[in-house]
């Protein structure tokens, strides 16, 4: 079995795993597939959650696709090669309730042949994040602490850089900068070598994927049942709006999928079923809202901070 067939197996095994933890936390909802063929090659399984007690809408998406480099793939997304293959899991989520946060989850390998089908450049990439409505810290301190250790595992410069990758990233920088959220990790285009083979970045991205459920879950079933009322609601869709922005003008996988005439359904299901776009909106200063809005404008050391408080514990 080839590396690329490893890892095929491994998102579709992750695929069904995750759409089984959601399922059973929403209790109501659940995930109807698409399975999709791609003309030029390849094809994927879309799975999509619909008006849920717990996720107004949600997709857990693999794709497994390939086929020859074209023009456009050479000019667009500089890729130089004869031919190419992706395989990838991706997944966003959309919470009825303000207080519980979307999440997005990536984890791809990508390889490109030459004009004889042997493999001139492999790489993979991936990350999880995490947009809250509205900021609960030891849920965020929660979320990054659990891909730190997943990170650490195999390298503890990693959580610091990939972080660093993440709050450089998902950025609306069209809005000064403003983040889509609290971050998480990023990290993309990372070769194997001598040290860090194909191995070690599979497994990695394995570590990271199979982290999701820890990372989020635990979240979901402490916010879930929170009372809210219709302004929460509000802020909740102001927000999604940042997040279709920052998905339609800046994202390269949503920009490389429509390049490569990807399924556009598929692509475009990370988008929220309801935004809202409403001129020069400023939350008050000092209020929830605000909060949320200063902790996206500046990136924050969650677990610095954690290191603090448990100081002034001892103490």
Known sequence: MTGKDHWTEYIHDLQNRICSALEQIDGKGRFVEDAWQRPEGGGGKTRVITNGHVFEKGGVNTSVVYGNVTDAMRSQLKINGAGWFAGGLSLVIHPVNPFVPTVHCNYRMFELYNEKNEIIDRWFGGGTDLTPYYLFEEDARHFHQTYKNACDEFDKSFYPA??????NYFVNWHRNGERRGIGGIFYDYQRPGEK??????M???????DAFITAYIPIVEKRKDTPYLAEHKHWQEIRRGRYVEFNLVHDRGTLFGLKTNGRTESILMSLPPTVRFEYNYQPQPGTEEDKLLQA???????LA???????????
């Open 162 to 167: 990939f972080k660093k990758e993440c709050d």
């Open 196 to 201: 860090q083979d194909i191995n070690f970045w």
């Open 203 to 209: 497994n990695f991205g394995k570590r990271c994927g």
């Open 296 to 302: 996206c404008l500046h990136p924050r050391n969650w």
């Open 305 to 315: 901070e954690t290191r603090k408080e448990e100081g002034k514990e001892r103490v």
